[in-house]
């Protein structure tokens, strides 16, 4: 079950509650407060682990983006050193390299960027969740101490 569901399932339980009479306060069952609460931590722990997965993933991405542009500049090199025996074909060697290196770092900047822009959406998702968990259980907190009226 996700955290969403087991918020809902939280404020369920307090909305049910029985009311003190001459207060804002409610009864509710300890016992099921706490085993959603239970479900809760249960949960969280995954949700986190997929946030550092997505972080290991785009760090993999610019690991694999970095090999792939040393790779085309090395080939680059070994091209132009192979070349090296006329001045007119070092000449064109040298302009050819050129061209692959600058392709290279702009095909690993493209990859490193969307890598990033990737981790950052699937981040500030989870940020949202999160802050939306926190909300959730603040309001519930506050129902269970008194402090605010529950929902109509």
Avoid: H
């Avoid at 307090?14 to 809760?40: H, M, N, Q």
């Avoid at 950052?120 to 603040?138: I, P, W």
């Amino acid at each position: 079950m996700d955290i969403m569901a087991l918020i809902d399932k939280l404020e369920e339980v307090i909305a049910e509650g029985k009311k003190v009479p001459f207060s804002s306060s409610v009864l509710v069952a300890e016992e099921k407060i706490y085993e959603i609460i239970d479900e809760i931590r249960a949960t969280l722990p995954e949700e986190l682990k997929q946030a550092r997965w997505i972080v290991k993933e785009r760090q993999d991405m610019l690991d694999e983006a970095e090999k792939e542009a040393q790779r085309v500049i090395n080939e680059a090199k070994e091209k132009a050193a192979a070349a090296a025996s006329e001045s007119e074909i070092v000449k064109l060697a040298e302009e050819k390299a050129a061209e692959i290196i600058e392709a290279a770092r702009a095909k690993e900047r493209e990859i490193r960027l969307s890598a990033e822009d990737y981790a950052d959406e699937m981040l500030a998702n989870l940020e949202v969740n999160l802050s939306k968990l926190l909300a959730a259980v603040q309001r519930g907190r506050e129902r269970l101490q008194g402090k605010t009226t529950p929902r109509e």
